[in-house]
């Protein structure tokens, strides 16, 4: 029976160890053997995920722990984070970036999660955030994989 490639790893909500769980998301992806894979779109949106914990989640003097998980499915990844800082309240929609004046410095990281993931779905569950999504293979991939190309 073969078993579908997953990454699991748990951190300090800090900027220097979520780099260490996107190190290792970095490996697990460039070890994968499934060309298919939606791989830059799974880094972009993990990056963007894990430092927004890491950045909002926590009081920057009491960073606390952060779980990351992705499964490669055949319809994609499907990932969970999961926190106990603070909750989110409602989850941003990830509206264009107002780009008319001067370019803000952040305020693009929901719009690149809902534009690259699809079933991002938020909920504060027993004194943790949980937020799943799913990275999705494009079309043509998931026909291409199914015909054996």
């Not at 079933?119 to 799913?134: A, I, K, S, W």
């Amino acid at each position: 029976m073969h078993r579908a490639p997953q990454l699991e790893r748990s951190c300090t909500a800090t900027f220097e160890e979520v780099r260490r769980v996107l190190i290792a998301l970095d490996r697990f992806l460039d070890n994968l053997e499934d060309s298919t894979a939606p791989a830059d779109d799974l880094r972009i949106v993990a990056g963007e995920v894990l430092n927004n914990v890491a950045e909002h989640a926590y009081d920057s003097c009491a960073a606390g722990p952060v779980r990351f998980r992705c499964i490669l499915r055949p319809k994609g990844f499907l990932c969970r984070v999961e926190d106990q800082g603070r909750a989110l309240g409602d989850m941003p929609e990830g509206e264009t970036p107002d780009l008319s004046g001067p370019l803000p410095e952040g305020g693009f990281g929901w719009f690149l999660i809902h534009q690259l993931a699809q079933g991002v779905h938020y909920r504060r569950r027993g004194g943790r955030n949980q937020l799943n999504f799913t990275i999705p293979r494009i079309a043509a991939e998931i026909t291409g994989a199914s015909k054996g190309s």
